[in-house]
C-alpha cells in the first residue's frame, strides 16, 4: 500500500487517498487493525471489537467505490463511544448489570455513519455511567493516556481520545453533557467538538433512550479527531434533525464567520475567583494571545453581561444536570441530596437542589435557561469566540479517590476537582457550541488543550477558529512510541 | 366600496380582492370597524380596540401596494387572542392584575403577521390565565356566541372564534394547550388549526414567556377563519423556527398528501365507553363517513397500536398538562386546586391533583411516554393520511358560573364531567400531531357540529386540505342569523 497516508494521518487525508485510489478501505482497515492489535493492549482504549463486520463493510466500501460510487466516509475505518447504540455491539455504560447488554438497532447517529460509508471499527472506553474524568469500569478496566500510562485520558470519551491520540482511529463519536468529549481531547492531545444542542440527533444514547426526549436539552453527541477539518466533516454527517422531525425541519448551519484569523474578535474569559487554574493554562493562554496579536485578530478579556463570577450560571447548570443524572432513581432522592448537603462544598446547594428538583422547580429553570441564552446571543453580536479553559490542569495521574473527594494542586492551591467542570459547563448550559483544540505541551511532556466557545448554531465558526488557532500553534502531535 | 367583499369573505378573497385593487386596505378596515362597532357589543369577542394603529397601518399598506409591493396578508385586517403579545397593547389574559401589562415586544408569531402586511384590529376576549372553555373573565365580561347568546363560544380562543363566526374578523391567531383553538372553532362553527408542536413559534404567549422554553411541549398558536384555505394562508405565514432557531433551522411543511378526497385514506377513531360523544355528533361522522366512501376516499375504524381504549393516552396527557399547570401556581393555589380535583366529577381528578406536585424526574419521564405514542402515531400515519375524531363532545353549552372542574354535561341521559372534553383534544396535544377542526353541521337546536381532522407531525397542510375538500363536498362556514 501507498505511504500517503498512515495512522496518524487526519480522516480527510485518508479520505483523499482513498478517492485517488492510492489505498483501499480494506487496506487502511488493516492498517488500523494491525495498530490496535500492537498498540492498543497498554492504553487500553477501543474495548469493543467489531473486525468481521469491518473488513465486510470495507469490502462493500471497496466494491461500491469501484463502481464509482462515493460518500462523505467512504470507506473510512472509525470508532464509537460505547454509550452510543451499535446495532448487535455492547452499550455497557461501563457497568457490570450491562455488561451482557447488546443494542437492538443503531444510534440515529450511527445510522448516518454508515449511511456515508464509514467503517466501525469497534467502542471505545468511558468510566461508569460516563460520569468522570478518568475512563476506569469494572466491565473493560481503565483506558492509558498515550502521552504518559500513568495519566488518565479523561473521560467520558476517554477511550476515544486515546485512540485518537494514538492513531488506532481517525475519527470517533462521543457524548458531552460535563466535557466528556473536550476534556478528553485536551488531555490527550486532539480537537473535539460539543455541537449546538439539538443539532446531532442523541437518540440511541445510553443513558437516555433510543426515542428522543426535547425536555433534556443539555446532553449531546459529537465528533473527536486529529484535525479540525476532520471535526467539520463529521458534523457534516452526522447534523440534522432527530427522528420525525426530518419531515419538515432542515438544518443549515452557516458558514464560518471567518476565514482568516485576523478578522476574529475573540474574547478571552476573565479570570474566574474561585476557579485557578494552573501556569500551564496560563502559559497557553497567554500563548494564543501572543499568536492572534500576531495574526491581527481582536483580543480582549470579555464574557456575556450578567456572567459575573459565574457562580449562578454554574448552579443552575448544576441543578440541571443532577435533576437528569438522578431521573431514573427519584425514590433515593431525599437521602441522596441530605448526603450532598451534609458532604457540603461550594456547590453542595446546587447538587441537592437538583436532585430534589419538582417539575415546577425544572421549568423554571429552563425559563432562566433562557434569559442565559439570551444574554450568549447578545455577547456574540460582538464577538466570534470567547476562548477559555476545558480543566485547570493538564492529565492528572490516575486516581482511586472519588470525584467529589478528589483535590488538585493547581499552583501550590488545592482545588477540588469538580470544580473545574464550570469550563466545559460554559457552553453546556445553554447549547453552545465549543471546540476543544491542542496548543502545544506542558513541562511535563503533556498536552494543553483550550476551548472557543461560540454562537448558537453557528458549529462552523469555532471549528474553523481551532483549525486557524491549529495552523498557528502546532495543532495534533504524535505522542512518542506509537509509530 | 366594490360588493367583491363582505364582513364573510374568506381572508383569501379579501386579499384576492386587495391585489386586484378592487378593496383598499383603508376600505376594508373601515368594513370591519363598523361591523365591530354594530355587532359586538352583545357578543363582547373583541375586547381590545386598536383601531388608530390599524388605521395607520392600513393606510401604510394600501401605499405600499400603490408602490408595486405585496405581502402575504398585506392589507388584511386581523385579529390577535388577548394570550398573545402585540406591542403596545396589553396581554391581560383575562385576569384583572394584569390589566395594564404591556409587553416589550411582539411575539414572535406577532412579528411575522406584522412583517406580512397585516392590519391588526385588536384582541379578542379569552377566560383567566386561558383557563377555561368558555370566555368570560372579570376584566371584560363575557363572551357569547354567535349563533346563541346564550352559548358558549368556547374557550380559551372564545372571543376569537365568535369573532370570526360573526364576521368581524377574517382571521384570527389563538392558542391551544388544552382544546383552545378547536373548541371554539367548534362551538362556533368556524375553522381552527392546532399546529404541529414545533412548527409555529409559541413565544410571546401568557402564561408563558416572551422568551422559548422548550421543555413545555404542549402549548401552541395556531390560526382561526372561516375556510380551510385560509388555515393554510395563516400557517404559512408564521411557521418557521422560534427566536435563535433561524440562525440554522429552516421549516418546509410538506404539501398535503392528496389534492382528492378519494385518494385520503381515513380512519375514524373508534369510540370507548369511558369518553361518551352525543349521538348528534356521532351521526354527524357517520354521515361524513359515508358521504366519504361515496366520494371513493379509504374510510376505517382505525387507530394506532397500543391506544386500546384510550384511557393510558389519556392519563399521559393529563398527567403533562396538569404538572404544567400544576407549575405556574403557588403551593396555596396547588393545594386548593387538588382539593377541588379530588372533589370534581372528573375520572381522572385524583391523577391530576397527584401531578400538581410532579417531580422533574417524573416529568422527564412521562415525556419518554409522550415520544412512545409519537413514534405509534409515526408508524400509523404510513398507512393513514388523516384520522377523523370528535373535537367537541356536546354542541355548544349554555353559559355556567360553576368552576370548570364541577361542570358536567347530559350526553343522552348520562352525566359526564365536561372534562372529558380534553379526552378528545388531547388526542393530538400529547403528541404534536396537527389537528383541523371543521364544521360538518347543525344539531337540532341550530347550533353548529364539528369534527377534527388529525394529521401526521409537520405534514399540517393535508388535516388542512382534507377538511378544505370536505368543506367543498358539503359545505363549510355557514353564517349565524343576525349578524348581516
Request: aromatic fraction near 6%.
Amino acid at each position: 500500500m501507498s505511504a500517503d497516508v498512515d495512522g496518524f494521518s487526519s480522516a480527510t487525508a485518508m479520505l483523499e487517498a482513498l478517492r485517488a485510489k492510492q489505498v483501499s478501505a480494506v487496506e487502511l482497515l488493516e492498517l488500523h487493525l494491525d495498530r490496535i492489535e500492537r498498540l492498543n493492549g497498554p492504553i487500553n482504549a477501543i474495548v469493543v471489537k467489531d473486525y468481521d463486520r469491518a473488513r465486510q463493510a470495507a469490502q462493500a466500501a471497496d466494491a461500491a467505490r469501484a463502481r464509482g460510487e462515493d460518500g462523505k466516509l467512504l470507506g473510512l475505518p472509525l470508532t464509537i463511544k460505547d454509550s452510543i447504540d451499535v446495532e448487535g455491539l455492547p452499550s455497557t455504560a461501563g457497568v457490570s448489570d450491562r455488561a451482557a447488554h447488546r443494542a437492538e438497532g443503531d444510534a440515529a447517529l450511527v445510522a448516518r455513519v454508515r449511511a456515508a460509508g464509514a467503517v466501525i471499527v469497534g467502542k471505545t472506553n468511558i468510566p461508569p455511567m460516563l460520569t468522570d474524568w478518568q475512563s476506569d469500569n469494572p466491565v473493560y478496566g481503565r483506558t492509558n493516556n498515550p502521552w504518559n500510562l500513568e495519566r488518565t485520558p479523561g473521560g467520558s470519551t476517554g477511550g476515544g481520545g486515546a485512540a485518537l491520540a494514538a492513531g488506532l482511529t481517525p475519527l470517533e463519536f462521543g457524548s458531552d453533557i460535563g466535557g466528556s468529549i473536550r476534556n478528553p481531547a485536551s488531555w490527550c492531545g486532539v480537537y473535539g467538538h460539543r455541537p449546538s444542542s439539538g443539532v446531532v440527533p442523541l437518540s440511541g444514547h445510553f443513558p437516555g433512550s433510543s426515542l428522543p426526549n426535547p425536555v433534556q436539552l443539555l446532553g449531546v453527541v459529537g465528533p473527536l479527531a486529529r484535525s479540525a477539518d476532520d471535526l467539520d466533516l463529521a458534523l457534516d454527517v452526522v447534523a440534522g434533525p432527530d427522528v420525525g422531525e426530518d419531515v419538515a425541519w432542515r438544518l443549515e448551519l452557516p458558514p464560518p464567520r471567518h476565514t482568516r484569523l485576523s478578522d476574529f474578535r475573540v474574547a478571552v474569559l476573565p479570570s474566574i475567583p474561585w476557579l485557578p487554574v494552573s501556569s500551564e493554562m496560563l502559559g497557553a493562554i497567554e500563548q494564543m494571545r501572543t499568536a492572534l496579536c500576531q495574526a491581527g485578530a481582536r483580543v480582549e478579556e470579555a464574557q456575556p453581561d450578567g456572567l459575573g463570577d459565574l457562580r449562578e450560571h454554574h448552579d443552575l447548570y448544576l441543578s440541571l444536570l443532577t435533576a437528569i443524572v438522578n431521573q431514573r432513581r427519584p425514590e433515593e432522592s431525599r437521602a441522596l441530596a441530605a448526603k450532598m448537603r451534609e458532604a457540603g462544598g461550594m456547590f453542595a446547594e446546587a447538587h441537592a437542589c437538583g436532585v430534589e428538583a419538582t417539575a415546577q422547580d425544572y421549568l423554571v429553570w429552563h425559563g432562566r435557561r433562557e434569559a442565559f441564552r439570551a444574554m450568549w446571543r447578545t455577547f456574540f453580536r460582538e464577538w466570534d469566540v470567547l476562548l477559555a479553559p476545558i480543566a485547570v490542569v493538564p492529565a492528572p495521574p490516575h486516581t482511586t479517590v472519588p470525584t467529589r473527594d478528589r483535590v488538585t494542586d493547581v499552583n501550590g492551591r488545592s482545588v477540588s476537582f469538580t470544580a473545574q467542570l464550570a469550563f466545559p459547563a460554559l457552553s453546556v448550559l445553554t447549547g453552545q457550541p465549543a471546540t476543544a483544540f491542542p496548543v502545544g505541551l506542558s513541562a511535563d511532556g503533556l498536552p494543553v488543550g483550550l476551548q472557543g466557545i461560540g454562537p448558537y448554531l453557528e458549529d462552523r465558526t469555532t471549528i474553523r477558529f481551532a483549525g486557524l488557532m491549529g495552523e498557528a500553534v502546532g495543532g495534533f502531535r504524535r505522542p512518542p512510541g506509537y509509530d | 366600496m366594490s360588493g367583491v367583499v363582505d364582513g364573510f369573505s374568506s381572508a383569501t378573497a379579501m386579499l384576492r380582492a386587495l391585489r386586484a385593487k378592487q378593496v383598499s386596505a383603508v376600505e376594508l378596515l373601515e368594513l370591519h370597524l363598523d361591523r365591530i362597532e354594530r355587532l359586538n357589543g352583545p357578543l363582547n369577542a373583541i375586547v381590545i380596540k386598536d383601531y388608530d394603529r390599524a388605521r395607520e397601518a392600513a393606510k401604510a399598506a394600501d401605499t405600499a401596494r400603490a408602490r408595486g409591493e405585496d405581502g402575504k396578508l398585506l392589507g388584511l385586517p386581523l385579529t390577535i387572542k388577548d394570550a398573545i403579545d402585540v406591542k403596545g397593547l396589553p396581554t391581560t389574559c383575562g385576569v384583572v392584575e394584569r390589566a395594564q401589562t404591556y409587553p416589550e415586544h411582539d411575539a414572535r408569531l406577532v412579528a411575522s403577521v406584522r412583517a406580512a402586511g397585516a392590519v391588526i384590529m385588536g384582541k379578542t376576549n379569552v377566560p383567566p390565565n386561558a383557563a377555561d372553555w368558555q370566555s368570560d373573565n372579570p376584566l371584560f365580561g363575557r363572551t357569547g356566541n354567535p349563533w346563541n347568546l346564550d352559548r358558549v363560544p368556547g374557550g380559551s380562543s372564545g372571543g376569537a372564534a365568535a369573532a370570526v363566526g360573526a364576521g368581524l374578523t377574517p382571521l384570527e391567531y389563538g392558542s391551544d394547550i388544552g382544546g383552545s383553538i378547536r373548541f371554539p372553532a367548534a362551538w362556533c362553527g368556524v375553522y381552527g388549526h392546532r399546529p404541529s408542536s414545533t412548527a409555529i413559534p409559541d413565544s410571546g404567549h401568557f402564561p408563558g414567556s416572551p422568551l422559548p422554553n422548550p421543555t413545555l411541549q404542549l402549548n401552541t398558536l395556531g390560526p382561526i377563519a372561516r375556510t380551510a384555505e385560509d388555515l393554510a394562508l395563516g400557517v404559512d405565514v408564521v411557521a418557521g423556527p422560534d427566536i435563535g432557531e433561524e440562525v440554522a433551522w429552516r421549516l418546509e411543511l410538506p404539501a398535503p398528501r392528496h389534492a382528492r378526497l378519494s385518494d385520503y385514506r381515513v380512519a375514524i377513531y373508534p369510540g370507548a365507553d369511558w369518553r361518551p360523544v352525543s349521538s348528534e355528533i356521532t351521526a354527524a361522522i357517520e354521515k361524513l363517513a359515508a358521504t366519504l366512501r361515496k366520494a371513493g376516499a379509504h374510510v376505517a375504524e382505525a387507530q394506532p397500536d397500543g391506544f386500546g381504549d384510550g384511557k393510558d393516552h389519556h392519563e399521559v396527557f393529563v398527567s403533562i398538562l396538569t404538572t404544567i399547570s400544576g407549575s405556574r401556581m403557588s403551593p396555596d393555589e396547588r393545594k386548593a386546586r387538588a382539593e377541588a380535583l379530588r372533589a370534581s366529577p372528573d375520572p381522572f381528578g385524583e391523577l391530576r391533583a397527584r401531578h400538581l406536585d410532579a417531580r422533574a424526574a417524573e416529568y422527564m419521564a412521562l415525556h419518554d411516554r409522550r415520544e412512545e405514542y409519537r413514534a405509534r402515531w409515526r408508524a400509523f400515519f404510513r398507512d393513514w393520511d388523516i384520522m377523523l375524531a370528535p373535537v367537541v363532545i356536546v354542541p355548544a353549552p349554555e353559559h355556567s358560573t360553576m368552576p370548570p372542574d364541577a361542570r358536567v354535561a347530559d350526553i343522552d341521559g348520562r352525566t359526564v364531567s365536561l372534562r372529558l372534553l380534553t379526552a378528545y383534544s388531547g388526542l393530538s396535544i400529547m403528541s404534536g400531531v396537527p389537528a383541523t377542526a371543521f364544521p360538518i353541521g347543525m344539531s337540532k337546536d341550530g347550533l353548529p357540529i364539528s369534527i377534527q381532522a388529525i394529521g401526521p407531525y409537520l405534514e399540517d397542510y393535508t388535516p388542512i386540505r382534507f377538511a378544505g375538500l370536505v368543506g367543498s363536498e358539503i359545505g363549510g362556514y355557514q353564517r349565524p342569523p343576525g349578524y348581516e
